[in-house]
């Protein structure tokens, strides 16, 4: 059956970026052109942070030029130190920001349906030293926000969610943004919605962003005055208006990617060994990544060997988020990076998988992939 299907004639990736048609950019560009104002809150930022805080559905955002130094900054703006309670099931711009504002991540095990920080393991790792938690929303997927908040009332801990996935996702309607004190969204190429690079900051404190402006900037009040050691985190004004024409693409590429999904479910439900993606009820999707599980003994052919083969046919998975931030070389030696500690992060690591995922794919395409991916099934334990 493998024999069947021949390598195709251009690569298929993971994502490719919404690109707005150039026309449409290049009047926006005029704009910025006849402004002379290139960057340092222009008038295509401002406009683009209002835009922004509409669509999330979130009282206060700051922009950002990505979204790492946005998280950095997030944990300067609330004077994290000591210990923060992360999860290793992440790119490594989440453990690494808090090293960056010299914290010790301190990794906690996840949910093996949802992917995220377990909230009923929390609890136990707090200690004295702990003042956060780094939650990621994981594939766009939110976290028990619920459980967090009231372990975060009970110790006195700040909560930073990363929803570097997670743009516009809303749960019973309301904006992903407005849980914990402040979430993180990132504008990156291969986000659902992207500036090219970039990324933003919201909370619902009003007092946070005099101060989040302010380190993003690097701490200049005024010209004669500089209050904190900022860093220059500002969104320049190219990206804005980048950001301004593809806002309204984004509900079109949502619907495409809606469609794409309900195809992989179509072909791949039910197949033994796998399981796919699913959206919490209640829960508006980001639809970031079609993300699927592979039992390899149930299905025949373990997860490393589905990615390599499909290397084979010009098609490129990922292994997001393989290896477990505890096993970089800089993290492994911490206490919470034991593998006992994280036994449910190392089987779903070992198992995850996404598959290529963007308006831009076919029907014909998404049907090849998975009749792909069914011939290794049939192909059996081969390489
Ligand atoms: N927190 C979390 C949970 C995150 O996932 C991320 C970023 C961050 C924080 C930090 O946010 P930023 O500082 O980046 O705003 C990509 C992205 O670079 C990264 O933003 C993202 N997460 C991560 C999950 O994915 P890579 O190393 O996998 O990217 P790369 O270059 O291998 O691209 C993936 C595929 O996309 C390529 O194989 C082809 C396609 N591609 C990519 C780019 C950049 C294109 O077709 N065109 C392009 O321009 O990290």
């Keep these: 059956m493998e024999k069947k299907f021949k390598s195709l ?21 005029q704009e910025v052109w006849d402004s002379n104002w290139l960057t340092n809150n222009g008038p295509q930022h401002g406009l683009f942070e209002k835009k922004l805080i509409d669509i999330l559905k979130v009282p206060s955002l700051s922009l950002f030029n990505n979204g790492t130094i946005a998280l950095i900054v997030a944990c300067q703006s609330l004077r994290l130190s000591g210990d923060v309670i992360t999860t290793p099931f992440s790119f490594p711009a989440t453990p690494h920001v ?12 996840i949910d093996s349906v949802t992917f995220n920080i377990d909230a009923d393991k929390i609890e136990s790792m707090i200690t004295p030293q702990t003042t956060g938690i780094l939650a990621v929303h994981v594939f766009g997927t939110p976290c028990d926000i619920k459980k967090i908040r009231e372990i975060a009332d009970r110790y006195g801990l700040k909560v930073i969610y990363d929803a570097a996935h997670a743009f516009n996702v809303e749960i019973n309607g309301t904006g992903i943004g407005n849980f914990g004190d402040i979430s993180m969204f990132s504008f990156h190429a291969t986000k659902l919605f992207h500036t090219a690079e970039g990324g933003a900051l919201t909370f619902k404190d009003p007092n946070l962003k005099k101060r989040i402006d302010l380190l993003k900037n690097f701490g200049i009040k005024n010209e004669e005055e500089v209050v904190m050691p900022g860093i220059n985190g500002k969104m320049n ?19 495409k990617r809606a469609a794409l ?6 072909y791949l439900a039910d197949v033994e060994g796998l399981t796919l993606s699913s959206i919490p009820e209640g829960v508006k999707s980001s639809y970031q990544y079609f993300v ?17 083969r499909f290397k084979k046919y010009n098609i490129f998975t990922r292994k997001y988020f393989y290896p477990l931030c505890s096993e970089y070389t800089c993290y492994k030696h911490l206490p919470s990076s034991n593998a ?3 036994r449910t992060a190392k089987k779903v690591v070992s198992e995850v998988l996404c598959l290529p995922f963007y308006g831009g794919l076919s029907e014909g395409q998404i049907n090849e992939i998975c009749g792909i991916l069914m011939s290794f099934r049939q192909g059996g334990s081969k390489n």
Excluded at 237 to 255: F, H, T, W
């Design 237 to 255: 004004e190219i990206q804005a208006a980048l950001g301004l024409v593809l806002l309204d693409y984004i509900e079109k590429e949502r619907e």
């Design 340 to 342: 006992g500690n994280l």
């Design 292 to 308: 699927i599980r592979i039992n390899g003994k149930k299905f025949g052919c373990s997860r490393d060997q589905v990615y390599e």
């Design 9 to 29: 004639p251009e690569p298929i990736y993971i994502t490719r970026p919404l690109l707005p048609d150039i026309n449409e950019v290049s009047e926006k560009l």
């Design 261 to 266: 999904a309900g195809l992989y479910k179509k």
């Design 98 to 109: 808090l090293s960056w504002n010299n914290i010790r991540p301190v990794f906690c095990d």
